[in-house]
């Protein structure tokens, strides 16, 4: 079942920059964390950035310093901004967001159906 919807994925040349977006299906009222997944062929999912309902972020080694996580709490919107762009990139990109036991008093995990970002060189 599809949760969340996103966009933004497509083409482009290394070295270049994509923003992939990402919103609930529905109206969600509490969500403590959102993020972005990949996977590439043959591979296992990868957490690639996260973002707290307090704004603190964390990336994976391989895209600090290229990528940027940032959310709109008003529209529960997330956004991912891929600049510097590699081939090893390349990969379908999985929104995700959720809710813990702490924030939201109870744990729940939602899933994009993905969106293909392919890099060429």
């Known amino acids: 079942q599809v949760l969340l919807v996103e966009s933004g994925g497509g083409l482009v040349q290394a070295g270049g920059s994509l923003r992939l977006s990402c919103a609930p299906a529905?109206?969600?009222?509490?969500?403590?964390?959102m993020g972005w997944y990949r996977q590439a062929p043959g591979k296992e999912r990868e957490l690639v950035a996260r973002?707290?309902?307090?704004?603190?972020?964390y990336y994976a080694d391989s895209v600090k310093g290229r990528f940027t996580i940032t959310r709109d709490n008003a529209k529960n919107t997330q956004y991912l901004q891929m600049n510097s762009l590699k081939p090893e990139d390349t990969a379908v990109y999985y929104c995700n967001a959720g809710g813990d036991s702490y924030y939201c008093t109870y744990e729940y995990d939602y899933w994009g159906q993905g969106t293909q970002v392919t890099v060429s060189s």
């Open positions: 529905r109206d969600t009222i509490c969500i403590s964390y």
């Open positions: 973002i707290t309902s307090g704004g603190s972020t």
